[in-house]
């Protein structure tokens, strides 16, 4: 799994580098193997294939994706809005926080596995392993240890002496709990003022007997011209990207 995750990395950032080097040929053909290594090679091109499809799930599930996404949703759910803004604007802003997030973690991903594999000054095995350390570094500084401790009782691992005892295919989804955990805690900070606007218009509405109107067609406008009046999304994204630093 470590190297998967590793091959994933390399494969999305090496677009990235490529734009500089001469463009490659490629030529596919199938026929008969006249030796093993022709086999190794057709298994390790479908190695590589299958990874690539999995590399943006893989990178999703270990970035700041996870906290950014379900805050976002949070805010809109809140708000009333139903579907303003779209799914599309809301999992691209994720996407778009997401880059800027971890744009320290993927240049030294580049620096130091795949300007070097590229330049052929480090062998495949070492570039795999050195593109997995920042991300792993990333998710150690986002994951409690409680979920970890969890995850390390349920697999059967001994308590690690060192982060390096953690394995990866352990450390992910303790990542994904913590970050759960997180944009949940978020969340409800977020609900509290729509709430209390909604119970205060509700009231008013009781009070004058107006039962038979809805509360969240007098509670919406006055909710957008709070979120608007206080800079909310600047409060919103300024809050998730301090969170992770």
Do not use: C
């Amino acid at each position: 799994m470590r190297t998967a995750i590793a091959a994933a990395i390399l494969l999305l950032l090496l677009p990235l580098v490529a734009w500089a080097q001469p463009l490659p040929t490629l030529t596919v053909g199938i026929g008969q193997a006249t030796d093993p290594g022709q086999t190794s090679t057709a298994l390790q091109i479908l190695l590589v294939l299958t990874v690539l499809s999995m590399a943006p799930a893989i990178l999703l599930m270990t970035t700041a994706f996870i906290r950014l996404v379900v805050v976002l949703s949070f805010v809109r759910q809140a708000m009333g809005t139903q579907q303003m803004p779209p799914n599309q604007i809301i999992i691209g802003l994720a996407l778009f926080l997401t880059v800027f997030i971890m744009s320290p973690v993927f240049s030294r991903i580049n620096e130091e596995a795949v300007k070097p594999y590229l330049a052929q000054e480090i062998s495949q095995e070492l570039a795999l392993d050195k593109a997995v350390q920042p991300l792993r570094a990333f998710m150690f500084n986002q994951t409690r240890e409680k979920e970890l401790g969890l995850l390390m009782e349920i697999a059967g691992h001994p308590v690690p002496d060192t982060p390096d005892d953690v394995p990866t295919l352990t450390l992910i989804p303790a990542f994904m709990l913590s970050e759960l955990k997180r944009a949940f805690q978020i969340g409800f900070m977020v609900y509290i003022p729509f709430l209390v606007i909604d119970m205060v218009v509700a009231s008013v509405l009781m009070s004058m007997g107006m039962m038979m109107l809805p509360p969240i067609i007098i509670s919406l406008p006055f909710k957008l011209l709070l979120f608007v009046l206080v800079d909310g999304w600047n409060l919103i994204v300024t809050s998730l990207v301090q969170s992770f630093y």
